[in-house]
C-alpha cells in the first residue's frame, strides 16, 4: 500500500535574503519540472516565502519568481518557517493527509530530483524524511576549515546507506498530519527542526537519509547567532591554524 499525496508545501524562511533568494528558487522550479517530467502524477506545489523582518527587496524577489510570501516581525527561524508552512496549507487547500511539507533555505540550492525523492519516500509511507547538507562553492571556504567541516559532518559514516545523525531545516520533508500532530515548527529562536523531530508521535516513521543532499551556503557571515554559519564562524575563529 501506498500514500497518496495530493499536493505540495514547501516552506522557505528567509530575513534579508535578497541576493541569494533567486538561485534558491530557480533549483526549486527545476526540481517541480523534474516531477512532471519524471512522475505520472506531479502534485501541485505551493511555494511560500516567509519574510521575517527584512528590510531588502525579499517580499518583492520572491513574488516576482512566483512564491506567494507572508511577512512576520520574530527573527525566529522556528516562527517563520511555522508562518510558511500554515500560509502553504491554508493556500493548497487539500486533505493534511494527503500533503507532504518540504522545507529549505533561503540560502540553498537543491537538486534537480529534490522534490521526485521527497514525494517518492512520502510515498513510500515514510512520514518524515531527513535530509543531509554539503558546503556549495560559492562562497569558498577555507580549505581547513571545509576539513574540519568533513570530520565533524561526516563522523561515524560507514557506507552509502548511511544513517546520518543530522536534521536540517534546509532538507526536510514531513507529512502535514504527522507535522500538525507533533505541533509543527515551534516560535524559538533556533533549533526548531530538532524540536519538531523530538516531538514525533513514538511510532512515526522517519527516513534518515543521505541520498539527495542540499547545498547549503558555506558563509561565515552568519543571519543566526546558532545557525550554520555561525558554526562555520567559529569553527574558523576556534582554529588558528586555518588558512587565512
Wanted: proline share 8%.
Amino acid at each position: 500500500m501506498t500514500t497518496v499525496i495530493d499536493a505540495v508545501v514547501v516552506a522557505i524562511p528567509a530575513h534579508n535574503e535578497a541576493a541569494t533568494l533567486p538561485e534558491t528558487l530557480r533549483t526549486l522550479r527545476q526540481a517541480q519540472e523534474r516531477c512532471r517530467r519524471d512522475l505520472p502524477i506531479a502534485p501541485p506545489l505551493t511555494l511560500v516565502v516567509a519574510a521575517d523582518s527584512c528590510t531588502d527587496t525579499s517580499r518583492a524577489v520572491a513574488e516576482s519568481l512566483g512564491a506567494e510570501v507572508v511577512e512576520i516581525a520574530e527573527r525566529s527561524a522556528g516562527g517563520a518557517r511555522a508562518a510558511a508552512v500554515s500560509r502553504g496549507l491554508d493556500s493548497c487547500g487539500a486533505p493534511v493527509e494527503a500533503t507532504w511539507i518540504a522545507t529549505t533555505d533561503a540560502d540553498c540550492r537543491v537538486h534537480p530530483s529534490w522534490l521526485v525523492h521527497q514525494l517518492t519516500c512520502a510515498r513510500r509511507n515514510w512520514q518524515c524524511v531527513l535530509g543531509t547538507v554539503r558546503l556549495s562553492a560559492t562562497p569558498p571556504v577555507k580549505p581547513a576549515v571545509r576539513a574540519l567541516h568533513d570530520a565533524h559532518y561526516f563522523a561515524g559514516r560507514t557506507g552509502p546507506r548511511w544513517h546520518h545523525p543530522h536534521v536540517h531545516g534546509a532538507n526536510f520533508g514531513i507529512r502535514a498530519d504527522t507535522y500538525l500532530r507533533a505541533g509543527g515548527f515551534p516560535t524559538v529562536p533556533h533549533g526548531e527542526d530538532r524540536a519538531l523531530v523530538d516531538a514525533l508521535p513514538p511510532r512515526t516513521r522517519i527516513l534518515r537519509t543521505d541520498a539527495c543532499p542540499v547545498m547549503t551556503s558555506g558563509r561565515t557571515t552568519h543571519r543566526a547567532p546558532h545557525g550554520f554559519g555561525a558554526f562555520l564562524h567559529r569553527l574558523d575563529q576556534d582554529h588558528p591554524k586555518a588558512e587565512r
